[in-house]
T-cell receptor, first 108, second 114 residues
Framework: RKEVEQDPGPFNVPEGATVAFNCTYS??????FFWYRQDCRKEPKLLMS???SGNEDGRFTAQLNRASQYISLLIRDSKLSDSATYLC?????????FGDGTTLTVKP | DAGVIQSPRHEVTEMGQEVTLRCKPI?????LFWYRQTMMRGLELLIYFNNNVPIDDSGMPEDRFSAKMPNASFSTLKIQPSEPRDSAVYFC????????????FGEGSRLTVL
């Protein structure tokens, strides 16, 4: 079993839709969590950090559930420019593990 | 500030040749990571340095791969001899401290081994 498992996607949604991605992790020693965005043929870039108390940045909300060992990303009112691959990252001492990514395509 | 700088951006080589990928981290970042990304396997951590010392190289595929960080401003990933299955995008990423903070990625080196 992979240490980090992510919804495989792809997700194809119309503009304005709300879409949610989940990511589960297996190691309870994991300490920090992030969502990265990767555009086609580009490098991953930090989208937002994930905290137990939740983290909201405009249309994006990230949540951590330590008891169930999963993190989530909610995108509201999706835009064409949100089309990308979203990667969850789970960190513990000396180990940073990326999920395989979920591809989102937002269509007009 | 300049970001993480990788070279070459693209390399096409023939099987059996030696490949050297280079990375210049962001000044002040003391952790450096080499990742490999393919469609089949996603983003895989190859090796992680902290303060120029290799901390975790369990992701290095085999003896054909080696990585060095001779000083705080330079790292190399070498493949010798290269094989077609090594074709991938190799990313270097750095952070201010260990694996718990934000990773800053270079633009990647796209390697094709024929």
């Amino acid at each position: 079993r992979k240490e980090v498992e992510q919804d495989p996607g792809p997700f194809n949604v119309p503009e304005g839709a709300t879409v949610a991605f989940n990511c589960t992790y297996s190691n309870s020693a994991s300490q920090s969590f992030f969502w990265y965005r990767q555009d086609c043929r580009k490098e991953p870039k930090l989208l937002m950090s994930v905290y137990s108390s939740g983290n909201e940045d405009g249309r994006f909300t990230a949540q951590l559930n330590r008891a169930s060992q999963y993190i989530s990303l909610l995108i509201r009112d999706s835009k064409l420019s949100d089309s990308a691959t979203y990667l969850c990252v789970v960190n513990r001492p000396s180990k940073s593990t990326f999920g395989d990514g979920t591809t989102l395509t937002v269509k007009p | 500030d300049a970001g993480v700088i990788q070279s070459p951006r693209h390399e096409v080589t023939e099987m059996g040749q030696e490949v050297t990928l280079r990375c210049k981290p962001i000044s002040g970042h003391n952790s450096l990571f080499w990742y490999r990304q393919t469609m089949m396997r996603g983003l895989e951590l190859l090796i992680y340095f902290n303060n120029n010392v290799p901390i975790d190289d369990s992701g290095m595929p085999e003896d054909r791969f080696s990585a060095k960080m001779p000083n705080a401003s330079f790292s190399t990933l070498k493949i010798q001899p290269s094989e077609p299955r090594d074709s991938a995008v190799y990313f270097c990423a750095t952070s201010r401290g260990g694996t718990t903070g934000e990773l800053f990625f270079g633009e990647g080196s796209r390697l094709t081994v024929l």
